[in-house]
């Protein structure tokens, strides 16, 4: 738990160590997803949801979202700004960015009156700073603005293709 814990904290205060010990630790993988599920949940109670449904619902939509995001930035970064030295897999993007949300469990506080809604949005904005760190070091990349983009291009994309799914579905 000690082990968990510190990663976790590490990929928060925006440690590259941190990420580079779960990039290289394929037994990560389930503490990866399960930071992201308790970061869900969180967001999904500081949004206001409380009842079982509209958690789980909430859960799974960002579940979604994330795998998306996670799928096209690895495509994103391996292939279209792929550097000489970028060297990755499905795996380590997936520990990388899991840890990541990491901070996202301070989305909770979202349910706080009056500074809720500033915490949720300021958690949010770090969560992105978060992934770009997790990004450039699965990717292997020197340039922090190389992994923006990626980061950034890969969010736009899922973003079409969530809204494009919700306006087909509903």
Same mark, same amino acid.
Do not use: H
């Given at each position: 738990m000690?082990?968990?814990?510190?990663?976790?904290?590490?990929?928060?205060?925006f440690n590259?160590?941190?990420?580079?010990?779960?990039?290289?630790?394929?037994?990560?993988?389930?503490?990866?997803i399960?930071?992201?599920?308790?970061?869900?949940?969180a967001?999904?109670?500081?949004?206001?949801?409380f009842?079982?449904r509209?958690?789980?619902?909430?859960?799974?939509?960002?579940?979604?979202?994330?795998?998306?995001?996670?799928?096209?930035?690895?495509?994103?970064?391996?292939?279209?700004?792929?550097?000489?030295?970028?060297r990755t897999?499905?795996g380590? !993007? %997936? &520990?990388?960015? /899991?840890?990541?949300a990491? +901070? #996202? !469990? %301070? &989305?909770?506080? /979202?349910?706080?009156p009056? +500074? #809720?809604?500033?915490?949720?949005a300021?958690?949010?904005i770090?969560?992105?700073?978060?992934f770009v760190?997790?990004?450039?070091?699965?990717?292997?990349?020197t340039?922090?603005?190389?992994?923006?983009?990626v980061?950034?291009?890969?969010?736009?994309?899922?973003?079409?293709?969530?809204?494009?799914?919700?306006?087909?579905?509903?």
């Open positions: 000690v082990g968990l814990l510190a990663r976790m904290v590490g990929a928060a205060c590259a160590q941190s990420y580079e010990d779960v990039e290289a630790d394929p037994s990560a993988t389930l503490p990866a399960a930071v992201v599920v308790v970061s869900s949940i967001a999904a109670i500081g949004a206001g949801a009842d079982l509209s958690i789980a619902g909430l859960l799974t939509a960002a579940i979604l979202s994330w795998m998306i995001w996670v799928l096209l930035t690895l495509f994103i970064g391996t292939q279209i700004l792929k550097r000489p030295e970028t897999n499905f380590e !993007i %997936l &520990r990388t960015t /899991g840890f990541s990491s +901070v #996202g !469990i %301070l &989305r909770i506080l /979202g349910i706080l009056v +500074v #809720g809604l500033p915490i949720f300021i958690v949010n770090w969560m992105l700073m978060t760190i997790a990004i450039r070091q699965a990717l292997d990349y340039s922090t603005g190389r992994a923006l983009a980061c950034l291009l890969g969010w736009l994309l899922q973003q079409i293709v969530f809204f494009g799914f919700v306006r087909i579905v509903v």
